[in-house]
């Protein structure tokens, strides 16, 4: 067997041995020698630089070694090879449970088969329309406080007496603020009211209701942001200080300059949740490069349909009545298959939204800021996932409602227990209003990733590889293996008990 | 979210802010302002040491960022996260299997259930017994060609006229090897054929009989090992020249000093298949090492049985009816499913025989040489895998096969086609006669190493990566993934085909 390697280092190996009849011809030839086997082995005694012409006395056994898997051993060894064989493994049995699939269930992918109703789509679109409407109520409200203040600028620049001045502006400008406030307050609120109730009353479909809830919450969001950014650049234009200043990159457009419906309509379009006058842009658009994550997006979906409706679907569908009989082995069992799927999926719908979509949606809007989400995969704390995967979502929270309430004075442990809480409460809503069962699991999923943060903090100062890797499979396990398939049955089972399935075939 | 990194920073955040209600509270820090959320992203902008008290102006989308998955991205990003996602994937899909595996089957591992015959033991006994006798045989032989050449030698020191003497002395020593030859010709072979003829027709437990033919075959190599070993020694000290130098290890104990029968006997015993006069050795025996290695032996073995019981047979078993009907569909799926199980399997035994045994045997023989097997794992080629998985084996056949046919002018690639003719054979002997069955599949499998040697030889000389990966992926598929399960799946049809199962329970 060792020939093969022998013909790459050697041509031909012929020097003196001896046949089985002990006829001995004799074509020595040093230089093959060298580049003999044997040799490899024999030249480490000294003084041996004629090769012996009795191959089978070579003294193969010339040295003490050890087994490089001892512990004792002197190399230890590389183990890529494993690595490359888990891969495989992992393909292979993939590849199985796929032919076994195909052979249980046949194809299940099925276009015709999808019911939704007319109304739905209907109701949908007109949400759709709607909801964006609340953001230019929003710009209205704006436009008159941005008059307001001017005029207030105007009185102080008049006024001679400053101080009293000032304190009565102070009042003014509070009452109004209130005013405004109560106004915003009502817009955004009533934004939401309004596409909840639709949704969960009269939208049936939960693929349509998601995608409406969705798009309310995004635009609420902005809603507020725009909101307070604004409050806050009134009234540092109001109160000019040291500790007034407004960022560099805002000087190029400052309030009340900002307030028009272009630069609304680029925020509303943008590819972020946070309000600014100004944002960095990019010079131009790559229309390529739009394409390409256009591309990726659509391959994505079509992927994530397809293995749903294939993979998960009956695993959903067949751990019904396992969970109604709670019987618990199978259930275990249900959400062990379960999570390699959904953890597709998830990887598949992150790619899809904040890799190919966003960075779409920004290329086209020449939005500058692309960083949606830095190596949240490596993090080997629940906090750093928490702040690394969605950014858009997680600078809105920091923002809006963590930097204000520590700045108030907050522990920043409350701070954070309170941006869970409302990022729990928005979680129900989009995953409970559209199926029609508000069960808190998405709730309470949230509210425990504090304790969970709790317990993996200390992980994030420790630097050594082990402590990663701990806190890294931590993660995984309580996020995507555990928490995501459960919460998916939950609300499937929830689904299925209320209304039974969303497609006609039954198997 | 971001709080609890922040506690890890600053102790508390009290900076001057301003409330929903318009009253702003102000004690400015500007010690705390450094570690303040958003300073972190304003900073960036020059001349701006104090922190802006308005939370809600803080310009978060400051410069222009890539993401870090893009293309045009300048970090990337490491993806060490997704290797250990990997490992736990891989864990949590088979601990399903277990738990599915259990829910099918229940406990399938029961002691009493396997019937052997009395016979087979009481046979197998006797063959463990005499088989070693013909090493002693062998022994008697060696002694005899001994005493003959120390004849010769008087009488080449007595005779002057060397010439002559050295060619009528030449004849004289090939008419005696021929006897010799001859003789150690029929003694090996005696003890190859009546373990074979006994096993195939008499011994019908597959287990009992795969160990005597195990053991009479690395009986039957030693043999040969020692007879050709001390046939290039006695010509070498026959022949005296530079070319006849004999390794500098071997002087302690010249030919014929070595020819005992306490050198035999730890030839016997030592774990190695190459017969040397003498071996490196190690100072003294760690008996803690010993015990260490047979534990990890016990233990392997056992972790082994039961997962042939409780996961290997099922599959194979209703794979049975799949193979009838040539449902090709099912077949490859089997295999699949068999494919992660044997290669546990494997590795295990891999494991416990290479490692844990032989450590374990070398210790107790204070044998010095422990290089059973180097990094086969890693090898990017066939032929690599092959030199060095199974070094006793390999050593064996490089310097009594390979060496010799290359010294007498053979090509490497039609030694190393021996090499494997001759290996393909003694595996066709060791699977095919204990399973009473001949049907030249390991006979085949052996020999298409061949091809695949010939093909991923161009692998071993390039040095990228890449290449590695692919040749080490095309090792361990071909190999462990597709050749062994098959082989054992087709193995263990034509065994239920002749006999039925070899265990009393049946499902």
């Known amino acids: 067997m060792a020939s093969l390697i022998e013909t790459a280092v050697s041509t031909s190996v012929d020097v003196p041995s001896i046949d089985i009849n002990g006829h001995s011809k004799s074509t020595s030839s040093s230089k093959a020698a060298k580049t003999s086997p044997a040799e490899s082995l024999t030249t480490k005694t000294p ?38 064989l888990m891969v495989i493994v992992l393909i292979v049995m993939n590849l199985r449970l796929i032919v076994e699939n195909f052979m249980k269930y046949g194809v299940l992918i099925c276009i015709k088969c999808h019911d939704y109703r007319r109304n739905d789509v209907f109701l949908g679109s007109i949400l759709f329309a709607l909801v964006p409407c609340h953001l230019f109520v929003a710009y209205i409200i704006e436009l008159a406080a941005a008059q307001q203040a001017k ?109 028009t419906v272009g630069n609304l309509t680029y925020f509303w379009l943008a590819p972020t949740l946070v309000y600014q ?51 618990f082995t199978s259930i275990v069992e249900r959400i062990m298959k379960l999570s390699t799927i959904s953890l597709v999926i998830w990887l598949a719908g992150f790619f899809a939204l904040f890799q190919s979509f966003l960075n779409a949606l920004a290329e086209v809007m020449r939005f500058g800021d692309r960083e949606f989400y830095s190596d949240w995969w490596n993090s080997w704390s629940v906090g750093m996932y928490w702040r690394s995967w969605n950014k858009p979502v997680y600078l809105f929270m920091k923002r809006h409602i963590f930097s204000p309430l520590v700045g108030r004075g907050w522990s920043p442990f409350a701070a954070s227990a309170m941006v869970f809480l409302f990022s729990a409460i928005l979680h129900e809503l989009l995953v409970g209003i559209p199926t029609h069962n508000l069960i808190g699991v998405a709730f309470a999923g949230m509210l425990l990733q504090l304790p969970l943060i709790t317990v993996t903090l200390p992980l994030e100062k420790r630097d050594d590889p082990t402590t990663r890797i701990i806190g890294n499979s931590v993660f995984w396990v309580s996020f995507c293996l555990v928490g995501q398939p459960l919460g998916a049955l939950l609300y499937f089972f929830a689904w299925q008990a209320k209304y039974g399935s969303v497609s006609k075939l039954e198997n």
Chains 1, 2 share one sequence.
């Open 47 to 84: 003084g041996r630089s004629v090769r012996s012409k009795y191959r089978h006395i070579a003294a193969y056994h010339s040295e003490l070694r050890t087994s490089c898997l001892s512990r004792d051993s002197t190399v230890n060894p590389s183990f890529i090879g494993f690595r490359n």
């Open 151 to 259: 005029g207030a600028v105007g009185r102080t620049k008049k006024s001679h007496d400053q101080a009293a001045e000032s304190e009565k502006e102070r009042r003014a400008f509070q009452s109004t603020w209130r005013l405004i406030a109560f106004a915003h307050t009502v817009n955004a609120t009533l934004c939401l009211v309004v596409t909840n109730f639709v949704v969960y009353y009269y939208i049936h479909h939960p693929g349509i209701g998601t995608i409406c809830e969705f798009h309310a919450i995004i635009v609420w969001l902005k809603n507020c942001s725009y909101a307070f950014t604004n409050r806050d650049l009134r009234h540092s234009m109001l109160h000019p200080s040291e500790q007034s200043k407004i960022p560099e990159i805002y000087s190029t457009c400052p309030y009340p300059k900002n307030v």
């Open 277 to 327: 006058p100004v944002y960095p842009r990019t010079p131009r658009i790559r229309w390529s490069f739009v394409g390409k994550r256009l591309v990726e997006f659509v391959v994505l979906s079509v992927f994530i349909w397809l293995t749903s409706a294939q993979y998960a679907a009956p695993v959903l569908r067949n751990s019904l009545e396992k969970i109604a009989v709670l019987d």
